[in-house]
Nanobody, 117 residues
């Protein structure tokens, strides 16, 4: 069973930065695609960024140039560096792990990010 634990959320002013971390259990992290999603109050969960097992990345248009996803397979951890934060980035951020071959997906419990204006 995979467990994902996010950390690094908090309260920051507009223009500030935060780095989220997601630590995964198990031995299949390095061959899994990983992603960050977010859900603001009253809105649907949306994709923020993804990274493949090979390191290819994809970003939502709203965060391109401001957010960077990365992974450290030795630590079973995926990161989301968030710069130039805006109030509209306020949401609960979730980590997702997709097993190879779409066998299963797992979600973390989420971490709150609040950007004050």
């Amino acid at each position: 069973q995979v467990q994902l634990v996010e950390s690094g959320g908090g309260l920051v002013q507009t223009g500030g930065s935060l780095r989220l971390s997601c630590a995964a259990s198990g031995s299949i992290f390095s061959i899994s695609a990983m992603g960050w999603f977010r859900q603001a109050p009253g809105k649907q969960r949306e994709l923020v960024a993804t990274i493949t097992r090979g390191g290819s990345t994809n970003y939502a248009d709203s965060v391109k140039g401001r957010f960077t996803i990365s992974r450290d397979n030795a630590k079973n951890t995926v990161y989301l560096q968030m710069n130039s934060l805006k109030p509209e980035d306020t949401a609960v951020y979730y980590c997702k792990q997709d097993l190879p071959g779409s066998l299963a997906s797992y979600w973390g419990q989420g971490t709150q990010v609040t950007v004050s204006s």
